[in-house]
């Protein structure tokens, strides 16, 4: 199934909308709803963030994973140093 998407115009005054709980404030129906089929679209009332990583950046952050523990101690005592 295949959603369709539309742009809408400036955001609805959140005082006449009725309050929703959502992970993605800025859509009118979750991934749920659409892959139950209880709607097959979805409107993008607000600006969002892409937050996904990609592979060159996952690399870069799995090698540095290994290295956490120290990096945090180390801007431990530097903290300290520069309390003093």
Avoid: Q
Wanted: hydrophobic share 35%.
């Amino acid at each position: 199934m295949t959603a369709a998407v539309r742009l809408v115009g400036p955001r609805p005054d959140p005082k006449l909308a009725p309050p929703r709980a959502s992970s993605f404030p800025c859509l009118t129906s979750g991934t749920w709803s659409r892959h139950t089929g209880a709607t097959s679209t979805y409107d993008v009332v607000g600006l969002g963030f892409n937050y996904r990583i990609d592979d060159m950046h996952a690399a870069l952050l799995l090698s540095r994973l290994a290295r956490l523990e120290a990096d945090i101690e180390r801007r431990r005592e530097l903290t300290r140093t520069h309390r003093r």
